[in-house]
């Protein structure tokens, strides 16, 4: 039976990396069965609507970074009140995503999907500049230190993940030490390195009416 993390690959007809390694093997469903879910012959052929295009990259991006339908809308929102006062609103949208701790965790190569980061996030596994932070949409900052508490570094879940750091590599906006488990936020993440699977203004549109 197909993950329900995999049907809104497929229904988006985008790979989303949801489900961690097993997006990045052959066994993904967007490999077997690159189509929308449903019966073959009863799927959706006709074009989809200009409100059809804006819904389907909102939910692109929304799943991207594990949101709920609220958080999500309350981010664009931020963004959308910010035009004139940044001078991408786009690139803006994407900066406060990324900051959030648990795509920054992801990022840093600590967990395999953004879900599996927000998990780690909440149980308390992590610290910032040295101070527990089980928040998984707080803000880092530049200068920021992420690291893995010490207590947990012992846990199975994170024995060999200094290890699997050595062969990681995070954007350049961060700085990982993988034998110290930790990582530094150096400066604020871009549009074009997060590179989103997503049409920033058709979500823009799709909130502003």
Same mark, same amino acid.
């Given at each position: 039976?197909?993950?329900?993390?995999?049907?809104?690959?497929?229904?988006? /007809? &985008?790979?989303?990396?949801?489900?961690?390694?097993?997006?990045?093997?052959?066994?993904?469903?967007? #490999?077997?069965?690159?189509?929308? $879910?449903?019966?073959? /012959?009863?799927?959706?052929?006709?074009?989809?609507?200009?409100? /059809?295009? *804006?819904?389907?990259?909102?939910? @692109?991006?929304?799943? %991207?970074?594990?949101?709920?339908?609220?958080?999500?809308?309350?981010?664009?929102?931020?963004?959308?009140?910010?035009?004139?006062?940044?001078?991408?609103?786009?690139?803006?949208?994407?900066? #406060?995503? *990324?900051?959030?701790?648990?795509? &920054?965790?992801?990022?840093?190569?600590? !967990?395999?999907?953004?879900?599996?980061?927000?998990?780690?996030?909440?149980?308390?596994?992590?610290?910032? +500049?040295?101070?527990? #932070?089980?928040?998984?949409?707080?803000?880092?900052?530049? /200068?920021?230190?992420?690291?893995? @508490?010490?207590?947990?570094?012992?846990? +199975?879940?994170?024995? +060999?993940? !200094?290890?699997?750091?050595?062969?990681?590599?995070? $954007?350049? %906006?961060?700085?990982?030490?993988?034998?110290?488990? *930790?990582? @530094?936020?150096?400066?604020?993440?871009?549009? *074009?390195?997060?590179?989103?699977?997503?049409?920033? !203004?058709?979500?823009?549109?799709?909130?502003?009416?």
């Amino acid at each position: 039976m197909v993950d329900s993390k995999c049907k809104i690959c497929r229904r988006t /007809g &985008t790979k989303l990396f949801l489900k961690g390694e097993k997006c990045l093997s052959p066994k993904c469903p967007m #490999i077997r069965k690159p189509y929308a $879910p449903g019966k073959k /012959g009863k799927r959706r052929t006709r074009p989809l609507s200009e409100y /059809g295009k *804006e819904l389907r990259e909102k939910q @692109k991006l929304k799943n %991207w970074y594990n949101l709920q339908e609220k958080q999500f809308r309350n981010y664009v929102i931020k963004a959308l009140e910010a035009r004139g006062k940044v001078e991408d609103t786009a690139a803006f949208l994407i900066e #406060i995503l *990324e900051s959030r701790l648990d795509n &920054t965790v992801f990022r840093l190569g600590f !967990a395999s999907s953004r879900a599996n980061a927000r998990q780690m996030v909440s149980h308390g596994h992590f610290l910032v +500049n040295e101070r527990p #932070i089980d928040v998984p949409s707080y803000k880092v900052k530049t /200068g920021d230190k992420i690291s893995l @508490k010490p207590s947990s570094a012992k846990e +199975n879940a994170f024995r +060999n993940l !200094a290890a699997a750091l050595k062969k990681y590599t995070p $954007p350049s %906006w961060l700085k990982l030490e993988a034998g110290k488990l *930790e990582g @530094k936020v150096q400066k604020l993440p871009s549009l *074009e390195e997060s590179a989103p699977p997503a049409e920033i !203004a058709s979500i823009f549109e799709f909130y502003s009416k």
